[in-house]
């Protein structure tokens, strides 16, 4: 047993990856900037017209009073919790579309109308996976899309009208 | 004992941590603005530093998984390895303490674990097995010092 070993090597090892990282990025197709792009979502205003883009950055945040408009107003709400989460409790008449799980071909999708507004919703605003649903459902020609960021917590703590479901 | 510091038992666990880096290097080099995306989601780096490591991490994994396998420097690479390790480890682990809901990205895009104990402990597992290279490993040069590093 010995556990003698050399700094230099253990840097050279590390450069080489790195170098090899960076110069791989640079000319794979799949490649990411250097910098990443920050994503803050701009907040939506009551007075304003729902506008059609197809800009992430007009993915609109949504404040809990004014999730409640919409939700009063009827518009579909999206779960992008996982399946367990979704079932233990939800916003009444929500779908779960677990963000996780996303893929083009995934049947929440046919619930789910591309000019429709919909307002989607993870468990606060610290989970992030319903800002990235948006991102990924406005790639797909999505139009009119709404992050709940306070999300079931906030609901949770309103007294708002919530369900639970079965697992399938 | 013996068992312990056989030099092809030893190298069985190089080959699986070695294995473990490189599956986990490739899923993330395939698809690295997922894995930007998971490094964002705890929370953890400033905004401008998650690309670096994001392009930088998989690569080391992949290189440090390689010359494990491979036998060679490998406890320059057991370091390496376990201090990685170490790090996601308590990553996840600050997070699972914030109450963080997020996937791991452990193993890139095919990978929707949740942080949480089990990553935990199956962490720690890996971080035995590569203290344990890092002892017992093999800390002769290669043997043939004009081996060109395959990579």
Known sequence: ???SFSINKILYILAVAVVLGFLYNHFSPSGI?????????????SDESISNTADYSKIKAVKIDDAYQF???????????????????????????????????????????????????????????STDLAIKLQRLGYQNLFVFEEGWDAWLERDYPIETSVVE | ???????????????????????????KITDPATFSDAIANYKLLPNFAINFFAVAVPWIE????????????VKENAIIYSSLMLVFTLMILIS?????????GCFG??????????????????????????????????ESPNTQNEN
């Open chain 1, 1 to 3: 047993m010995n556990i």
């Open chain 1, 33 to 45: 900037n250097l910098i990443r792009e920050e994503i803050v979502l701009e907040e939506y205003n």
């Open chain 1, 71 to 129: 939700y009063l107003d009827g518009v579909t709400f999206v779960d992008s919790r996982d399946m367990w989460e979704f079932g233990d409790g939800h916003i009444a008449g929500a779908i779960n579309f677990p963000e996780i799980e996303f893929s083009t071909d995934h049947p929440a999708l046919k619930k789910l109308d591309k000019t429709e507004p919909l307002v989607i919703y993870c468990s606060s605003a610290d989970c992030g996976t």
């Open chain 2, 1 to 27: 004992m013996k068992l312990i510091t056989n030099k092809y038992f030893v190298w069985t666990a190089q080959a699986f941590i070695g294995f473990v880096f490189i599956y986990s290097g490739l899923e």
């Open chain 2, 62 to 73: 992949l290189v440090v998984g390689l010359l494990l396998i491979f036998n060679f420097y």
């Open chain 2, 96 to 104: 699972v303490i914030r109450g963080l809901d997020i996937s791991c």
């Open chain 2, 109 to 142: 895009t095919t990978d929707t674990q949740k942080v949480g104990l089990l990553k935990i402990l199956e962490n720690l597992g890996l971080i035995i097995l590569g203290i344990y290279v890092l002892f017992y490993g093999d800390s002769s040069e290669p």
